[in-house]
């Protein structure tokens, strides 16, 4: 129900576009949250917008390099990634769920997982 796209391999400095494709109109209601696992690390929070208000959320990591926006027509959220620097490396999966605002970060809060895409960032 959630499909992860548009990793790649990129230099420092450079941009990527990830974007999450949801089914349909069910998860307008919902929270879509972006994560991040790096090899031998734990799966993070990234970023989250609430569908309905638009309301984002950001990792202090990626706070002013990130930025979330959905596109209603296609059912899909984006997360556009500037300035992107070599510890950004990892594989990013986007998640919903129903949550408070404080579980945000919570991966647990979330219900739905798509498959992961990779996202590589060379020095």
């Known amino acids: 129900q959630l499909q992860a796209s548009g990793g790649g391999f990129v230099q420092a400095g450079g941009s990527l576009r990830l974007s999450c494709a949801t089914s349909?109109?069910?998860?307008?209601?919902?929270?879509v949250g972006w994560f991040r696992q790096a090899p031998g690390k734990e799966r993070e929070f990234v970023a989250g917008?609430?569908?309905?208000?638009?309301?984002?959320f950001y990792a202090d990591l990626v706070k002013g390099r990130f930025t979330l926006g959905r596109d209603n027509a296609k059912n899909t959220v984006y997360l556009q990634m500037d300035n992107l620097e070599p510890e950004d490396t990892a594989v990013y999966y986007c998640a919903a769920g129903t949550m408070i605002q404080s579980s945000w970060r919570n991966r647990h809060a979330y219900n739905y997982w798509g498959q992961g895409t990779l996202v590589t960032v060379s020095s």
């Open positions: 917008i609430m569908w309905s208000t638009r309301i984002t």
């Open positions: 349909g109109s069910t998860f307008r209601g919902y929270t």
